[in-house]
């Protein structure tokens, strides 16, 4: 019998919370917005580092300006093309299929960077993991000799916003 209420109250707390969390107001950012709403019934006043509102904020991404262009940059996803280690031709092999890509694919951002030990050529700014498997397959199509090593990445992509946009 007391496992039946513990139950039952733990069903209806769960039920309060997520009526609470369902109430967040879209416009909210993070957790001390929420707090500093005057519906929440208490005065908050909170002292934090720029940087820490930035990491615990819900936005999407931060907004950075490159002169007139300016780019979001978010969580996403890229192709991986090509990963190695050879400090003899690595960096010559990820700067030629490179060029192979950006010939066959205009449209397609490409990244060459080094991580130590590593040189990797990584393919485009997907939002989603189906657009970037639906490029993984035009990719692999254009180049069957490469599509062994082809895979797609969670990565840090950028996404062309329009001038004048700032939030």
Same mark, same amino acid.
């Given at each position: 019998?007391?496992? #039946?209420?513990?139950?039952?109250?733990?069903? =209806?707390?769960?039920?309060?919370?997520?009526?609470?969390?369902?109430?967040?107001?879209? #416009?909210?950012?993070?957790?001390?917005?929420?707090?500093?709403?005057?519906?929440?019934?208490?005065?908050?006043?909170?002292?934090?580092? *720029?940087?820490? *509102?930035?990491?615990?904020?819900?936005?999407?991404? =931060?907004?950075?300006?490159?002169?007139?262009?300016?780019? *979001?940059?978010?969580?996403?996803?890229?192709?991986? =093309?090509? #990963?190695?280690?050879?400090?003899?031709? *690595?960096?010559?092999?990820?700067?030629?299929?490179e060029g192979l890509?950006?010939?066959?694919?205009?449209?397609?951002?490409?990244? =060459?960077?080094?991580?130590?030990?590593?040189?990797?050529?990584?393919?485009?700014?997907?939002?989603?993991?189906?657009?970037?498997?639906?490029?993984?397959?035009?990719?692999?199509?254009?180049?069957?000799?490469?599509?062994?090593?082809?895979?797609?990445?969670?990565?840090?992509?950028?996404i062309q916003?329009?001038?004048?946009?700032?939030?």
């Amino acid at each position: 019998m007391r496992k #039946s209420h513990v139950i039952l109250a733990l069903l =209806v707390i769960g039920a309060a919370g997520a009526t609470a969390q369902a109430q967040v107001a879209v #416009s909210d950012t993070s957790i001390v917005q929420y707090l500093e709403r005057p519906e929440t019934g208490g005065k908050v006043k909170v002292v934090q580092p *720029a940087e820490l *509102a930035k990491r615990v904020s819900r936005a999407e991404g =931060v907004v950075k300006y490159d002169g007139n262009k300016g780019y *979001a940059q978010s969580s996403g996803f890229r192709i991986q =093309v090509f #990963s190695d280690n050879d400090y003899r031709t *690595a960096k010559n092999n990820a700067l030629y299929k490179e060029g192979l890509i950006r010939q066959a694919f205009p449209e397609l951002d490409t990244y =060459v960077t080094f991580t130590s030990p590593f040189w990797r050529l990584r393919v485009g700014d997907f939002r989603s993991y189906e657009e970037a498997g639906n490029a993984l397959r035009e990719l692999k199509r254009e180049f069957p000799q490469m599509a062994r090593e082809m895979r797609i990445v969670r990565d840090k992509i950028q996404i062309q916003i329009h001038q004048g946009f700032t939030e």
